[in-house]
């Protein structure tokens, strides 16, 4: 067999081939690539949602990126649920989702069609109060307010799991909700009382 | 038939309701027809310019209305002083958007408008810029030789430079029988509050505009944006009747709010801004800081000798100061002294008050300090304390207003059980635990500013109170409408207090605990012009019963006038309006602090506070398992929400000393720890049982009221009584906050 060698002629005329053709590509790519971006990566969808929050049904139009938090806030006017970081970090947006608690700023909105939920506007029974709302207003539970409707979203729900056997089962499962005015003691307090009813 | 006093009770706060049921609307929650959503781009880049912005794909996408930039935007105020606000520190006031140059990482350089926050947020990912980056410098402690006196300006009315030496330092120190010579470094702090800053504006048209801002003070809000934007005042107004809490950051205008209204007045539509967690790291913050304290004593533990030197950061544009070394020598007399402030200009953002500014930095060193030469000298600490316990303010000589510090080192002493504790260091444990007891003094200026209250007495015979302070959660609602109604003799059910509406009469930014003291006080003194309004009104009735009656011959009670000898003899205040032709009575009076009458007093606030922790003896993790702050404070008006402002402000101590710290990478020049799952703050776990004790402290001098603000008293001694149980525990001193346990290990 022949021993096949490399001149620096072939590699010249095979890389300048080579180059010429690669130069000629990128036209093609980014046409094929916008192809596939149209058929697959819409640009913005707006989707038709139907909601079940608080007994109540919506029906609404709404981005495929919007989340639960947002949803509710900006097109339902249900501003009781607060956005403190969007990232799941500060539990303002504590809802309930099928009796259980779920970080609404994490929660697409598409993804919790026709399933129970329910905000801080839908816990009190018209003029009656929750206990939970009532305990926080008598332990002073709260200063400024605006985690006050994740944290009592999680109370009722720390109740309801039966996390209430010691201050220290309350205060771990409650750490998800932070306040930066301080009333941890007053939201433990209100826990305690609810749950010993 | 007497009213029974509101103040002193602990009512529930007034707004209560409404928080628990999510109908209290903040900042955001307004959605009005048509409203417009912006979304803020921050600079990536220290220092530098920005030499060319492309917005046109930002532009491209669906809905978006306009990207506003330092290239397009609308012409503003031409002079430094029109963006100057109430809290401005001296210096040249940083203006957004004003041109390429960029003075700090995080500036706002592009405000992207849409319909929807969704698509603003994703078109400002799309924005391409060319920057510049120049060589910065965000290092403390590497440039000592930068520290230089702070500028001098009309906001450093409140921070006034260190204090002048007296004696000789030097010399007293060198002779000293006890000394202490340590340093101290403070990390950055973040104001957090859960609230994200936010404005909505309403286009009004005519050049008039409704704003909904998260701030301290409506007026300063309302009158930066009239100046700014060239409107007249009466057609600004801003409105925060909720506040997600600030702590400080709300103190002057920021940035969103000056987007915000530039795009709604550009626009002429409605327009809401909301930064995101990351971008509150851009607000302003605790600066950073380096301290060292020189404390020297004679053989029976008198201090003779106490020098505090201080530097801290500031920004390029303005010098921001805080009160860090003239606290020590408020409390403890010692005949040589040398205190001394620095800033050094950073390529950072001005700091701005954080609760307790400079008070719970000095304070932190100064009470360690004392820790440490109580155990030179092996006295007890709390021993050391008293043993330099003065009654008088030793800086200048003068009597305080009131002082009752001495009880609370006793009450909260005796509370804790201190006198049982074992003092050497190390040797009391609890299972696998080091326990530690530490104790420590706080110090807070009781201010006051001047306010305006306007009461009106309607057709019901009710009262209405106009102010336009805010309530960043503090409980002013409640605490403003117990006076009132007090001031008045009226039921708390028959008082409405307005407020947080710049279209109220005056009050200053809600800061330096004074709010209380300062509206507080407006209410008591228009009360009394009112009162003798009304009576002048009853005696005008044909054949009343309180003809002739002074103001001293009645009794104002339960919505009635009546003759303090028989009190059947009555007129009610309906009764009052309804000779008035149904037409409501009104006053409004300024409250002034009385500056000629206490020139000659120190006034301020005191506390003790006592702490537990625990140690594991394996991990060096720190637990704050008991703490009790004692505070003498005056008058308690509420003692529910005072509890709950001292008690939160301990869980501030409990951040400081060991969880919060914004970490700034120097090579980048950046925060790095943006979000708050990195900026550690305290969590219900972190959290156990915080005693509260108020000192009775009867003060007829510093205000109508007789009372001092409680807002930032229980941070400022907190820090140094967590730090100080730590060394009790472990037998090391960590003298930089926070502390952390592998310091331990």
Known sequence: MEKQTYSRRFFLS?????????????????????????????????NTLSLTINQKQYTVQADTRTTLLDLLREQLQLTGSKKGCDHGQCGACTVHVNGERVLSCLTLAALVQNQPITTIEGLAEGDQL???????????????????????????????????????????????????????????????????? | ???????????????????????????????????????????????????????IPALAVEGVVEVLTHKNRPGLAWFDL???????????????????DILYNGQPVALVVATSFETARYAATLIRFVWEEEPFDTCLQNHPEKARPAKKGFATALRPPPPKPTGNFEAAFANAAFTVDADYRHSTEHHNPIELFATTTIYEGNGKLTIYDKTQGTINN????????????????????????????GLRPQYQLFLCVMAALHLKRNVRVVLDRKQMFSLGHRPQSLQNLRFGADATGKLTAMSHLAVSETSQFEDYTEQVVAWSHKLYPAPNTLFDFKVVPLHLNTPIDMRAPGGCTGMHAIECAMDELAYRIGIDPLQLRLLNYSETDPSTGKPFTSKALKTCYLRAATQFDWF?????????????????YGMATGIWDAYQFPARVEAIITAEGKLVVHNATTDIGTGTLTVMTQIAAD???????????????????????????????????????????????LLKKAQSIPNSPLKNAGMEEVIFTNGTIRLRQTPRQAVSFKQIIAANNGKPIKTTRMGMPHAIKLRKYTKATHSACFVEVEVDKDLKTITVTRAITAVAAGKIINPKTARSQISGSMVWGISKALHEETILDEHLGKYIN????????????????????????????????????????????????????????????????????????
Not at chain 1, 151 to 161: D, F, G, T, Y
Not at chain 2, 230 to 248: D, E, I, M, R, S
């Open chain 1, 14 to 46: 095979t890389s300048s081939m080579a180059a010429a053709a690669v130069a000629l590509i990128p036209g093609n790519v980014k046409a094929f690539y916008k192809n596939v971006k149209k058929r697959f990566i819409p640009a913005k969808s707006v």
């Open chain 1, 130 to 197: 929750h206990p939970m709302q009532q305990a926080f207003i008598e332990c002073d539970g709260f200063q400024c307010g605006y985690c006050t409707p994740g944290q009592i979203m999680s109370a009722v729900a720390c109740v309801k799991e039966g996390h209430t056997h010691s201050v220290e089962e309350i205060k771990e499962f409650m750490s998800g909700n932070l306040c930066r005015c301080g009333a941890y003691n007053g939201i433990v307090e209100s826990i305690q009382k609810v749950a010993a009813r």
């Open chain 2, 1 to 55: 038939m007497k009213t029974t006093p509101a103040v002193g009770t602990p009512l529930s706060r007034i707004e209560g309701k409404q928080k628990v049921t999510g109908t209290a609307r903040y900042a955001a929650d307004y959605n009005v027809p048509g409203l417009l959503h912006g979304y803020v781009v921050n600079s990536p880049i220290t220092k530098g310019r920005i030499v060319q912005v492309d917005t």
């Open chain 2, 82 to 100: 029109q963006y100057t606000d109430m809290d401005a520190p001296p210096g040249t006031v940083f203006k957004p958007l004003h041109n390429a």
């Open chain 2, 222 to 249: 309302q009158l930066f944006v009239a100046n700014v934007f060239g409107l007249h005042y009466k057609n600004v107004q801003v409105l925060a009747p909720f506040v997600g809490g600030a702590f400080g950051s």
């Open chain 2, 420 to 436: 049982k504790r074992d003092g050497r260091p190390g040797v009391t444990t609890r299972g696998n635990k080091l326990v530690g």
């Open chain 2, 487 to 533: 001031a008045m003799g009226l039921p708390v059910a028959a008082v409405t207090f307005e407020y947080g509406d710049s279209k109220k009469p005056f009050s200053m930014f809600q800061g330096g605990s004074a709010i209380t003291a300062s509206t507080g006080s407006a209410i008591m003194v228009t009360a009394e012009v009112l009162k003798k309004k």
């Open chain 2, 674 to 745: 943006t979000n708050l799952g990195e900026y550690h703050i305290p969590v219900h776990a972190d959290i156990n049982t915080l005693e509260v004790i108020f000192a009775e402290e009867e003060d007829t001098l510093i205000n109508e009221l007789g009372s001092k603000g409680v807002g930032e008293i229980g941070l400022v001694a907190m820090p140094a009584a967590i730090a100080n149980a730590v060394f009790h525990a472990t037998g090391k001193r960590v003298n930089k906050l926070p502390i952390h346990f592998d310091e331990l290990l």
